[in-house]
T-cell receptor
Framework: LAKTTQPISMDSYEGQEVNITCSHN???????ITWYQQFPSQGPRFIIQ???TKVTNEVASLFIPADRKSSTLSLPRVSLSDTAVYYC????????????FGKGTKLSVKP | DAGITQSPRHKVTETGTPVTLRCHQT?????MYWYRQDPGHGLRLIHY???????DKGEVSDGYSVSRSKTEDFLLTLESATSSQTSVYFC??????????????FGPGTRLTVT
């Protein structure tokens, strides 16, 4: 059974590094892991995407171990404006209909 | 921001009435999606389209139908709305190439209340 699992919430302080892990045991061989950020009353916004090992862009890093059964979104030196809900999206093969979002991790950054 | 609009942005309707939500894109992307977002459930795929007149079901398709007669428009219809369909509905688009991935661009959402 395809399932994308992530923690419900996390707390952090400004300036700290935050790591959010997503579990996806049955990810399809050719499918990617994608992370989104969502602020209240807005649609989700793409952050980063990866297939294996490590991917880094200007806002985040994504770490994917060799077995690809999990992935970790890393946000360096968070600020108050990073307070949001973060979703991982994983493909379980076959078609677009097998794309499953996790239920989201609500990150609260405190001063 | 990607050119995606949704209409209406807010709607209140009564149980048993038909409702149609519209998603319009100006990006000429091939794929279009409809999701619903509910507390505790995150985003769940209702239907998606991979081309004009080509659609398929997602995780929670019961009670919903879709149509795509033009590349730029994707309609979601609730034939007979129920209170369980009260939700925020998001449209998304993507332009998948060579199985690179699933970077989706989301619209602003439609808040639907069924009384």
């Amino acid at each position: 059974l395809a399932k994308t699992t992530q923690p419900i919430s996390m707390d952090s302080y400004e300036g700290q590094e935050v790591n959010i892990t997503c579990s996806h045991n049955n990810i399809a061989t050719n499918d990617y892991i994608t992370w989104y950020q969502q602020f209240p009353s807005q649609g989700p916004r793409f952050i980063i995407q990866g297939y294996k090992t490590k991917v880094t862009n200007e806002v985040a890093s994504l770490f994917i171990p060799a077995d690809r059964k999990s992935s970790t979104l890393s946000l360096p030196r968070v600020s108050l404006s990073d307070t949001a809900v973060y979703y991982c999206l994983v493909g379980y093969g076959g078609s677009q209909g097998n794309l499953i979002f996790g239920k989201g991790t609500k990150l609260s950054v405190k001063p | 921001d990607a050119g995606i609009t949704q209409s209406p942005r807010h709607k209140v309707t009564e149980t048993g009435t038909p409702v149609t939500l519209r998603c319009h894109q100006t990006e000429n992307h091939r794929y279009m999606y409809w999701y619903r977002q509910d507390p505790g459930h995150g985003l769940r795929l209702i239907h998606y389209s991979y081309g004009v007149k080509d659609t398929d079901k997602g995780e929670v398709s019961d009670g919903y139908s879709v149509s795509r007669s033009k590349t730029e428009d994707f309609l979601l219809t609730l034939e007979s709305a129920t209170s369980s369909q009260t939700s925020v509905y998001f449209c998304a688009i993507s332009d998948i190439r060579d199985r690179v991935g699933y970077e989706q661009y989301f619209g602003p959402g439609t808040r639907l209340t069924v009384t």
